[in-house]
């Protein structure tokens, strides 16, 4: 069985700091890991995704996740938050064998100005 | 093709009503997908499709719904004698084959309110 656990509800930082949305998961198999955002409304729109290859993997508005393997972790980053981040994220995992994705419960990002 | 379309984007009904929305996907998708979403939480799987096959449904998915996807192109998800408790966010996706390459692309959902 897969899952994904997200602890933090919401996360709050101060424009120009530095983020991190934590994200660890359970597979049977070898992991394929996604980033997705949601603003209010709408769907869901995909910021990144590990496969194979590097553990830092970079994506869209200048997030990066950081794959442990050893921790079962994978936790969304930016080095400089921007008000306009602020949105609800999720995280979400596929056992190379499954044939669906699995969402944890998201997290809400706030970035104050 | 500009996305995953979902028609219609509000839906609100009276109880025990019956209730049908649409999904038509990326074109040269062959997989789709259902999901739900409740106010402050994450998608919940449904269902989905390769082509025009239902492969996998949800317990979630009870005798009152019902998923189809004729001619493996747009899909329909219909819900009979709607209750209180299937007020949700109808989230429908699509992707080519297991969508390991790059997750899938989701609609913008159908909000379905029974009151």
């Known amino acids: 069985a897969q899952s994904v656990a997200q602890p933090e509800d919401q996360v709050n930082v101060a424009e120009g700091n530095p983020l991190t949305v934590k994200c660890t998961y359970s597979v049977s198999g070898n992991p394929y890991l996604f980033w997705y955002v949601q603003y209010p409304n709408r769907g869901l729109q995909f910021l990144l995704k590990y496969i194979t290859g590097d553990n830092l993997v970079k994506g869209s508005y200048g997030f990066e996740a950081e794959f442990n393997k050893s921790q079962t972790s994978f936790h969304l980053k930016k080095p400089s938050a921007l008000v306009s981040d602020s949105a609800l994220y999720f995280c979400a995992v596929r056992d190379s064998s499954a044939s669906k994705i699995i969402f944890g419960s998201g997290t809400r990002l706030s970035i104050r100005p | ?115």
């Open chain 2, 1 to 115: 093709d500009t996305g995953v379309s979902q028609d219609p984007r509000h839906k609100i009904t009276k109880r025990g009503q019956n209730v049908t929305f649409r999904c038509d996907p990326i074109s040269e998708h062959n997989r789709l997908y259902w999901y739900r979403q409740t106010l402050g939480q994450g998608p919940e799987f449904l269902t989905y499709f390769q082509n025009e096959a239902q492969l996998e449904k949800s317990r979630l998915l009870s005798d009152r719904f019902s998923a189809e996807r004729p001619k493996g192109s747009f899909s329909t998800l219909e819900i009979q004698r709607t209750e209180q408790g299937d007020s949700a966010m109808y989230l429908c996706a699509s992707s080519l084959g297991p969508g390991a390459s790059g997750g899938y692309t989701f609609g913008s959902g159908t909000r379905l309110t029974v009151v």
